[in-house]
């Protein structure tokens, strides 16, 4: 079992950056891949952006690309999203997930998940 706990949203104007952090608990982490996810009000939930158990290797969705930054500190149990020139579509509840293993990115892949960080970026 493995224990996920995002913090780090809030409200932020456009053009703004906010860090989220995922912290794991009950498990060795560097075990497992994780990725964060959101899902926005009336749509399906997205993969974000997953990263591998060492970090060597990243994934993330187009609409991200050159504006968020996925990291990991197997040391302090702890993966960050860091999130620049927030849009107004960036709006979502953002969810950490882990799968025992090497890399995923799917969300169907993972087995562990947060409760979620709800970020909102006003125009």
């Known amino acids: 079992q493995v224990q996920l706990v995002e913090s780090g949203g809030g409200l932020v104007q456009a053009g703004g950056s906010l860090r989220l952090s995922c912290v794991a608990s009950?498990?060795?982490?560097?075990?497992?891949?994780v990725g964060w996810f959101r899902r926005a009000p009336g749509k399906e939930r997205e993969v974000v952006a997953t990263i591998s158990r060492l970090g060597g290797r990243t994934f993330y969705t187009d609409s991200v690309k050159g504006r968020f930054t996925i990291s990991r500190d197997n040391a302090k149990n702890t993966v960050y999203l860091q999130m620049n020139n927030l849009k107004p579509e960036d709006t979502a509840v953002y969810y950490c997930?882990?799968?025992?293993?090497?890399?995923?990115?799917?969300?169907?892949?993972?087995?562990?998940w947060g409760q979620g960080t709800q970020v909102t970026v006003s125009s």
């Open positions: 997930a882990a799968k025992s293993g090497f890399y995923y990115i799917e969300a169907k892949s993972y087995d562990y």
């Open positions: 009950g498990r060795t982490f560097s075990d497992y891949a």
